[in-house]
């Protein structure tokens, strides 16, 4: 396959949220819950945990269209506040939380890097990427609001 070709399958996308008033430890020991994403983060449709660092998850944000992945850990360090999976399924690659203190609250950097798989996001890879780009940015946003209403509870 051309390298033109696997560029446009891939991304890396980058977020940061600030939480003020909140510890790092609460905030990483929620983000480490996977299976309680869907209570606060509406794209994030269902969770099911295989085992002790493993299991599957479905998303859709506001494009009419699921991903599925299979969800392995790849590092768990509380003391680093960093927390990381490998992705493969309609999304091949990982993510990565980082979580720090900030003034007197926290500052989580979300990081990913993944080659879609999806059949049907492939074809519209060219056309589609300026949409597929802002429907995970308006997931990160509505995630963001998610979590600090979540810890605000």
Sequence with gaps: MPSWSRALHRYRFRSVWLLPDTPPAVVYAVLERVESYPLWWPQVRAVDRAGESGGTARFRSFLPYDLDVVAGEAARDPRAGVLEVTLRGDLEGWVRWTVAARGGGTRVLFEQEVEVRKPLL???????????VLNHALMMRSGRRGLAVWLAR
């Design 122 to 132: 492939r074809r519209l890879a060219l056309p589609g990427r300026p949409l597929f």
